[in-house]
């Protein structure tokens, strides 16, 4: 059976880190695009990092650029994001999802993916 599975979300205060896993079974993670969308409450689910396949292909919204870190594990077949200095605006359902081998990390996570989505992981940022 080939899916993502996202987990590590949690709640935190503002500041905090937490980090997300996406791991994959069925097929190997290292052939495709990544990338992490978040789904805020009452919003439609938006790109936030995503990772290609050439080293160094990373994109990362404005909103997560200096504070998110997406990284592979291509031994442990999952992807990460590591995230930092978290605002009450990242609240979300992230979620992760693959795109072709044949478009990059922007591609991705600006012109979203497609396919079913896992169940997502929730992060909370809140005092």
């Known amino acids: 059976q080939v899916q993502l599975v996202e987990s590590g979300g949690g709640s935190v205060q503002p500041g905090g880190s937490l980090r997300l896993s996406c791991a994959a079974s069925g097929f190997t993670l290292d052939r495709f695009v990544i990338g992490w969308f978040r789904q805020a409450p009452g919003k439609g689910r938006q790109g936030v990092s995503c990772?290609?396949?050439?080293?160094?292909?990373?994109y990362y919204a404005d909103s997560a650029r200096g504070r998110f870190t997406i990284s592979r594990d291509n031994a442990k077949n999952t992807v990460y994001l590591q995230m930092n200095s978290l605002k009450p605006e990242d609240t979300g359902v992230y979620y992760c999802a693959p795109g072709p081998p044949t478009i990059d990390a922007e591609r991705l996570c600006v012109g979203g993916a497609e396919g079913s989505w896992g169940q997502g992981t929730q992060v909370i940022v809140s005092s």
């Open positions: 990772i290609g396949r050439r080293d160094g292909d990373a």
